[in-house]
């Protein structure tokens, strides 16, 4: 924060630009860099001014400067001020009529989401998951607090260590695994070790997922599709891609098919992988969903 009349970043956090002095009287100024913060969006709607002295502190100014700009503000309809509290940015006051010329349109919302692999986010335990990160950040240790370990916290691959031995059958030492940002995140890392190890080419499900197939391109490896019938993958078509010595399935539940990787399927895809030397990146999508029972 300066302590002069040209920049300021007052204590709630905006920057306003009153450098020019040609452009008028201070409170001119002051009011012109409010009017252009709401406009392009670096003051939201319903967000609250800091009191007139405050500002004026700031500002190394008079109060009668910050109030007057206020007050112009109020009547141009970018601010409210009501008797016995702060003033506020009006609710509608950024709309595209003021809008800064660069900002995009705004973004339009649909009624019915149909985008798959998305869950129902309107249904997310709000509250929950706030007390139980409240309660997790309470009982980290001082060293957890810093830069976490590469692989994920200790004590998170501990417990999934223990949920995949339990529900699984899985044995697997938490040092063992790596905590991912998610399915394509996990991809990601696996293709670029794949391309350092010198492979070029990797079997993806056809049809499958769009997101899976740019980013084992992004890895800079080439995306080889393999069909997929009635019993998943075609790995009889498989072996006959003689270059490739990686594949990603999801034996679950294929998308988008829905289809689950029968048990002769899963068997030729394994015997496939020992006589390759290859590796099977399973994508786990949908596992945890039964519907048979």
Do not use: N
Request: aromatic share 6%.
């Amino acid at each position: 924060m300066t302590h002069d009349r040209e920049r300021t970043g007052p204590a709630w956090g905006t920057f306003l630009e009153l450098a020019d002095p040609t452009g008028g009287p201070l409170h001119t100024r002051l009011a012109r860099a409010l009017r252009d913060a709401v406009a392009d969006g670096r003051l939201a709607a319903g967000s609250t001014l800091p009191a007139s002295r405050v500002l004026a502190a700031d500002l190394r100014c008079s109060r009668w400067v910050v109030t007057e700009a206020y007050a112009q503000l109020v009547a141009e309809g970018y601010f409210e001020a009501r008797s016995g509290s702060a003033t506020r940015v009006r609710a509608h006051a950024g709309t595209a009529a003021t809008r800064h010329p660069g900002a995009g349109p705004a973004r339009w919302t649909p009624r019915f989401d149909l985008l798959p692999g998305i869950p129902d986010l309107r249904a997310f335990p709000r509250k929950r998951w706030a007390d139980m990160v409240r309660a997790a950040t309470t009982e980290l240790t001082w060293d957890e607090l810093g830069y976490p370990d590469a692989a994920g916290l200790p004590r998170l691959r501990r417990q999934l260590a223990s949920y995949l031995a339990r529900g699984r059958g899985a044995r697997v030492e938490p040092e063992q695994l790596v905590v991912c940002a998610g399915t394509l995140d996990g991809v990601l890392r696996l293709c670029r070790t794949l391309r350092a190890a010198g492979h070029a080419r990797v079997a993806i499900e056809d049809p499958g997922w769009t997101q899976l197939r740019l980013t084992v391109a992004a890895a800079g490896l080439t995306p080889v599709p393999v069909p997929v019938d009635g019993q998943g993958l075609r790995v009889d078509l498989l072996r006959r891609e003689a270059a490739v010595r990686a594949v990603i399935v999801a034996p679950a539940h294929q998308f988008p098919t829905g289809v689950v990787l029968t048990p002769a399927r899963r068997a030729e895809l394994a015997d496939w992988a020992r006589e390759v030397d290859g590796l099977i990146m399973e994508d786990d999508y949908d596992a945890e969903f039964r519907y048979d029972r």
